[in-house]
Protein backbone atom coordinates (compact mmCIF):
# COMPACT_ATOMS: atom_id res chain seq x y z
CA UNK A 1 0.00 0.00 0.00
CA UNK A 2 1.28 3.31 -0.76
CA UNK A 3 -0.35 6.89 0.57
CA UNK A 4 -1.23 9.60 -1.37
CA UNK A 5 -2.19 13.03 -1.18
CA UNK A 6 -5.56 13.29 -2.89
CA UNK A 7 -9.20 13.19 -2.25
CA UNK A 8 -11.95 11.38 -3.54
CA UNK A 9 -13.75 12.53 -6.51
CA UNK A 10 -17.12 13.86 -5.66
CA UNK A 11 -18.73 14.22 -8.81
CA UNK A 12 -19.41 12.04 -12.09
CA UNK A 13 -16.62 13.75 -14.01
CA UNK A 14 -13.89 13.43 -11.50
CA UNK A 15 -14.91 9.85 -10.75
CA UNK A 16 -14.52 8.96 -14.23
CA UNK A 17 -11.39 10.88 -14.63
CA UNK A 18 -9.89 9.13 -11.53
CA UNK A 19 -10.87 5.79 -12.21
CA UNK A 20 -9.84 5.87 -16.28
CA UNK A 21 -6.40 6.44 -15.12
CA UNK A 22 -6.82 4.11 -11.80
CA UNK A 23 -4.88 0.42 -12.67
CA UNK A 24 -8.22 -1.49 -12.73
CA UNK A 25 -9.44 -4.95 -15.13
CA UNK A 26 -12.29 -3.10 -15.23
CA UNK A 27 -13.03 0.35 -14.89
CA UNK A 28 -16.21 -0.36 -13.03
CA UNK A 29 -14.42 -2.22 -10.20
CA UNK A 30 -12.58 1.52 -9.03
CA UNK A 31 -13.59 2.45 -5.51
CA UNK A 32 -12.47 5.80 -3.51
CA UNK A 33 -14.14 5.01 -0.28
CA UNK A 34 -13.81 6.24 3.81
CA UNK A 35 -11.65 3.33 5.58
CA UNK A 36 -13.52 1.18 7.99
CA UNK A 37 -12.40 3.74 11.04
CA UNK A 38 -13.35 6.66 8.96
CA UNK A 39 -9.85 7.72 10.17
CA UNK A 40 -9.28 8.28 6.09
CA UNK A 41 -10.29 7.16 2.57
CA UNK A 42 -8.92 4.54 0.32
CA UNK A 43 -8.73 3.66 -3.55
CA UNK A 44 -9.15 0.13 -4.88
CA UNK A 45 -10.28 -1.84 -7.08
CA UNK A 46 -13.36 -4.27 -5.96
CA UNK A 47 -16.20 -5.59 -6.81
CA UNK A 48 -19.24 -3.82 -6.89
CA UNK A 49 -21.81 -4.58 -3.68
CA UNK A 50 -25.72 -3.22 -3.93
CA UNK A 51 -25.31 -0.68 -0.53
CA UNK A 52 -28.67 -0.57 1.20
CA UNK A 53 -30.70 2.47 1.21
CA UNK A 54 -29.92 4.65 4.67
CA UNK A 55 -26.28 3.24 4.37
CA UNK A 56 -23.29 4.76 3.88
CA UNK A 57 -20.30 2.65 2.06
CA UNK A 58 -16.48 1.81 3.67
CA UNK A 59 -13.76 -0.13 2.83
CA UNK A 60 -13.05 -3.15 5.28
CA UNK A 61 -9.59 -3.84 5.06
CA UNK A 62 -9.51 -7.13 6.42
CA UNK A 63 -12.07 -8.48 4.17
CA UNK A 64 -10.65 -6.06 1.47
CA UNK A 65 -13.91 -5.35 0.17
CA UNK A 66 -16.46 -2.42 0.24
CA UNK A 67 -19.23 -3.11 3.04
CA UNK A 68 -22.31 -1.30 4.38
CA UNK A 69 -21.35 0.63 7.27
CA UNK A 70 -23.17 -0.49 9.74
CA UNK A 71 -21.79 0.86 12.62
CA UNK A 72 -22.26 4.67 12.15
CA UNK A 73 -25.48 3.88 10.34
CA UNK A 74 -27.02 7.52 9.09
CA UNK A 75 -30.23 5.67 8.81
CA UNK A 76 -30.42 5.43 12.47
CA UNK A 77 -29.64 9.17 13.03
CA UNK A 78 -31.75 12.13 13.06
CA UNK A 79 -28.85 14.51 12.80
CA UNK A 80 -27.39 13.18 9.47
CA UNK A 81 -27.90 15.26 6.60
CA UNK A 82 -27.85 13.54 2.93
CA UNK A 83 -28.42 9.81 4.34
CA UNK A 84 -28.65 8.07 0.81
CA UNK A 85 -32.70 7.89 0.02
CA UNK A 86 -32.04 4.54 -2.46
CA UNK A 87 -29.99 1.44 -2.70
CA UNK A 88 -27.06 2.12 -4.86
CA UNK A 89 -23.98 0.58 -5.92
CA UNK A 90 -20.62 0.42 -3.68
CA UNK A 91 -18.84 2.27 -6.93
CA UNK A 92 -21.62 4.99 -6.97
CA UNK A 93 -20.72 6.92 -3.32
CA UNK A 94 -19.93 9.91 -5.34
CA UNK A 95 -23.27 10.59 -6.07
CA UNK A 96 -23.67 10.89 -2.19
CA UNK A 97 -21.08 13.40 -1.48
CA UNK A 98 -22.41 12.91 2.95
CA UNK A 99 -21.29 9.67 2.76
CA UNK A 100 -17.39 10.63 1.47
CA UNK A 101 -16.93 13.51 3.83
CA UNK A 102 -15.42 12.43 6.90
CA UNK A 103 -13.73 14.37 9.75
CA UNK A 104 -10.18 11.20 9.84
CA UNK A 105 -9.11 12.88 12.97
CA UNK A 106 -12.82 12.29 14.86
CA UNK A 107 -13.31 9.41 12.86
CA UNK A 108 -17.08 10.68 12.13
CA UNK A 109 -18.89 11.86 8.77
CA UNK A 110 -19.30 16.00 8.70
CA UNK A 111 -23.05 15.38 7.27
CA UNK A 112 -23.35 13.93 11.26
CA UNK A 113 -24.08 17.54 12.87
CA UNK A 114 -22.69 16.10 16.03
CA UNK A 115 -19.21 16.02 14.45
CA UNK A 116 -16.69 18.61 14.10
CA UNK A 117 -15.74 19.96 11.10
CA UNK A 118 -12.63 19.92 9.98
CA UNK A 119 -12.00 23.67 9.59
CA UNK A 120 -12.62 24.26 13.06
CA UNK A 121 -10.72 26.66 15.45
CA UNK A 122 -10.81 24.10 17.87
CA UNK A 123 -7.19 22.42 18.59
CA UNK A 124 -8.35 19.21 19.57
CA UNK A 125 -9.92 18.77 15.66
CA UNK A 126 -6.83 20.95 13.67
CA UNK A 127 -5.47 18.53 11.29
CA UNK A 128 -2.19 18.28 9.48
CA UNK A 129 -1.90 17.40 5.97
CA UNK A 130 0.05 14.16 6.42
CA UNK A 131 -3.63 13.32 8.77
CA UNK A 132 -5.70 13.41 5.32
CA UNK A 133 -4.55 10.58 3.03
CA UNK A 134 -5.75 8.35 0.92
CA UNK A 135 -4.33 4.89 0.54
CA UNK A 136 -3.80 2.54 -2.22
CA UNK A 137 -4.39 -1.22 -2.19
CA UNK A 138 -2.23 -2.02 -4.81
CA UNK A 139 -1.79 -5.89 -3.51
CA UNK A 140 -5.80 -7.07 -3.76
CA UNK A 141 -7.68 -7.63 -6.80
CA UNK A 142 -11.83 -8.39 -6.86
CA UNK A 143 -12.14 -11.88 -5.90
CA UNK A 144 -8.74 -12.49 -4.70
CA UNK A 145 -9.57 -13.08 -1.13
CA UNK A 146 -7.84 -11.87 2.23
CA UNK A 147 -4.09 -11.84 1.78
CA UNK A 148 -1.26 -12.32 5.17
CA UNK A 149 -1.71 -8.34 5.71
CA UNK A 150 -5.68 -9.14 6.62
CA UNK A 151 -4.53 -10.56 9.99
CA UNK A 152 -2.12 -7.27 10.73
CA UNK A 153 -3.64 -5.51 13.96
CA UNK A 154 -3.57 -2.06 14.39
CA UNK A 155 -1.61 0.20 16.80
CA UNK A 156 -4.66 0.57 19.10
CA UNK A 157 -6.02 -2.99 19.08
CA UNK A 158 -2.18 -4.05 20.17
CA UNK A 159 -2.04 -1.80 22.75
CA UNK A 160 -5.34 -3.30 24.38
CA UNK A 161 -3.91 -6.97 24.30
CA UNK A 162 -1.10 -6.20 25.78
CA UNK A 163 -2.45 -4.12 28.29
CA UNK A 164 -5.08 -7.22 28.72
CA UNK A 165 -2.04 -9.58 28.81
CA UNK A 166 -0.34 -7.67 31.44
CA UNK A 167 -3.60 -6.91 33.87
CA UNK A 168 -4.13 -10.69 33.76
CA UNK A 169 -0.42 -11.15 34.85
CA UNK A 170 -1.73 -9.09 38.28
Same mark, same amino acid.
Given at each position: &????? &?????????? &??? =?????????????? +????????????? *??? !? *???????????????????? =?????????????? %????????????????? !????? !???? +????????????? %??????? !?????????????? =????????? *????? *?????????????
Amino acid at each position: &MSTVS &MECPTNETSW &MQR =SASYICTNPQEYHC +LPSLYLNGSVEAC *LTV !K *LIQHGYCVIYNPYLKEARID =SISSCVRKTNFSGC %PTESYNSNEIHRHPPCQ !KINPV !KQCY +LADSSCPNITSND %PTVAINQ !KDIAITRDTTASPG =SGPSSDAWS *LSPLV *LIYLISCLVFIQF
